[in-house]
């Protein structure tokens, strides 16, 4: 494992060779997060590539990937750590038997409740805890990147709960008191804007945004990650999904979407976009039928408006 990053151009640099194309500022979070061991809140829309940071600098790190996937009505059991019921229960069956012993002698209830107490501490043990994400980055011997993912779909308990982590690299474990990270992890946390999240975790964080690629910046994603596709296709197809950001639809498409339809048109055998090509293809780029509607409709002249050489 990588122990210190040098520089934003290394940064930049080993991204690129993994086929993720960034720019200055989100290597510079990167370098920063790694040098200050913060935590990264990485916002943006859906398919810009936050998820894609943590993996790349997983792998830049020469680190694990401890991956937490939020929904609605996560909570510790899911992320934290959680009992395993049925092991206990199978120990409880297999112990009956022995409680006889465990008892002989003990004269009071008092006394018979004092030695049952015994027994329960032992199943709230390490023999019967079972870790979840951000207890097994807490115990890693070796400094995990976690990826706490689409935070914003939590709750406010939940962001509450990841307040003690995220400013001390610690939780509090009821049956286990304190448990320290034995290795400080690289912590990006990442939100679709789906709610607002709370002052106390964005202080705990560095920020940063992560918008649709400009159009240069597009372009050399394609080209890293699908470099079969032609310099004019690529031209074509980056320019015709920009314009379409442009546009007043339910849901803008994406960078995965971009990627995808270009891998798409190389199965299509295609050279160049055509009006019958583009309209065959549109469900690889939008997701909502409205939208394909509404981008079918004025097709023909968005196309000429991108290639008046062609009408």
């Known amino acids: 494992m990588k122990t210190r990053i040098q520089s934003v151009d290394e940064v930049i640099e080993s991204f690129a060779s993994q086929g993720y194309i960034c720019n200055d500022q989100i290597a510079t ?27 790349a600098s997983a ?32 120990y409880t069956q297999l112990l009956k038997e022995k409680l006889g012993d465990l008892l002989a002698g003990a004269d009071s209830m008092d006394a018979c409740m004092e030695r049952l107490a015994g027994m329960g ?3 709230y043990s390490e023999t019967f805890l079972e870790p979840r994400p951000l207890l097994q980055a807490l115990r890693s011997d070796e400094a995990p990147v976690l990826l706490v993912d689409e935070v914003d779909k939590a709750d406010q308990e939940f962001e509450s709960f990841l307040l003690e982590l995220l400013s001390d690299y610690q939780i509090s474990v009821p049956e286990l008191g304190t448990v320290s990270a034995r290795t400080e992890p690289l912590v990006f946390l990442t939100s679709n804007n789906t709610r607002e999240l709370s002052d106390a ?7 940063l945004y992560i918008p649709f690629p400009d159009q240069a910046l597009e372009n050399r994603i394609v080209a890293a990650r699908v470099p079969e596709v ?32 270009a891998r798409s048109l190389l199965l299509l055998h295609a050279s ?15 997701k909502y039928e409205d939208d394909i509607r509404t981008v079918e409709e004025g ?11 062609r009408s």
């Open 121 to 123: 501490d032992a199943f």
């Open 272 to 286: 160049e976009l055509d009006q019958a090509l583009v309209e065959k293809t549109l469900n690889v780029l939008l």
């Open 201 to 207: 975790l964005k202080r705990r964080c560095l920020h």
């Open 299 to 309: 097709l023909g002249g968005l196309l000429r408006k991108l290639w008046p050489a």
């Open 29 to 55: 979070a990167v370098y920063l997060a790694a040098q200050l061991r913060k935590p990264v809140l990485v916002e943006g829309p859906p398919g810009v590539g936050k998820t894609e940071l943590a993996k």
């Open 230 to 261: 032609s310099d004019s296709l690529r031209d074509q197809l980056v320019s015709f999904v920009q314009a379409l950001r442009e546009q007043d639809l339910r849901k803008q498409p994406a960078v995965s979407e971009t990627l995808d339809w």
């Open 59 to 90: 792998a830049f790190l020469e680190a694990p990937l401890i991956r937490l996937q939020c929904y609605e009505g996560v909570d510790e059991a899911k992320a934290l750590y959680e009992w395993k019921y049925g092991k206990q229960l199978l």
